[in-house]
T-cell receptor, first 115, second 109 residues
């Protein structure tokens, strides 16, 4: 099946710094990408939906100014966690839906630890 | 309504094979996850199925039948470190995740 990659797979940063996570669809064009977040010991939650070339749609309770999403091309979306704090430590998973809209593929996730 | 069923607990022997089943009834379907969770830790991603069939990844395989609302996670060559809870989760039409309660897998020497 199609492959979605994420980079980095894990990152450790200091409180107050910003971290960028990349999500790439390697062999297909993704008109829509989704970002999920998983809190420790809790369920994975949808953070935002982004369509190529337009602003992301954020779920209720997700701060758009803190979690910046850029979907600049049909194969790349980025999530930037600005001014990260320890409570932002989590597992972030992206997924990409192909242009036909029939299938959605998930990345392996990025584990963020903020010290 | 929404419902995901998986056995509460299973026991298997080191080196053996175990199959953990998951059945679901949800509002639409956009894929099914399997996660592994060790006690006191966050769940970690194991597999994702959106099409019918078997996906193999090393010692772990995951199967999906959308018409039957059924999936299983197959673990081969069991190791003691495989003792954990295994969570089944379905992505609904609105891309929200619905989680099963998890299956606690106990591995005996």
């Amino acid at each position: 099946g199609a492959v979605v990659s994420q980079h980095p797979s894990w990152v450790i940063c200091k409180s107050g710094t910003s971290v960028k996570i990349e999500c790439r669809s390697l062999d297909f064009q993704a008109t829509t990408m989704f970002w999920y977040r998983q809190f420790p010991k809790q369920s994975l939650m949808l953070m935002a939906t982004s369509n190529e070339g337009s602003k992301a749609t954020y779920e209720q309770g997700v701060e758009k100014d803190k979690f910046l999403i850029n979907h600049a091309s049909l194969t790349l979306s980025t999530l930037t966690v600005t001014s990260a704090h320890p409570e932002d430590s989590s597992f972030y998973i992206c997924s990409a839906r192909e242009s036909s809209g029939r299938e959605q593929f998930f990345g392996p996730g990025t584990r963020l630890t903020v010290l | 309504g929404q419902n995901i069923d998986q056995p509460t607990e299973m026991t298997a022997t080191e080196g053996a094979i175990v199959q953990i089943n998951c059945t679901y009834q949800t509002s639409g379907f956009n894929g099914l996850f399997w996660y592994q969770q060790h006690a006191g830790e966050a769940p970690t991603f194991l597999s994702y199925n959106v099409l019918d069939g078997l996906e193999e990844k090393g010692r772990f395989s995951s199967f999906l039948s959308r018409s039957k609302g059924y999936s299983y996670l197959l673990l081969k060559e069991l190791q003691m470190k495989d003792s954990a809870s295994y969570l089944c989760a379905v992505i609904e039409s609105n891309y929200q995740l619905i989680w099963g309660a998890g299956t606690k897998l106990i591995i005996k020497p």
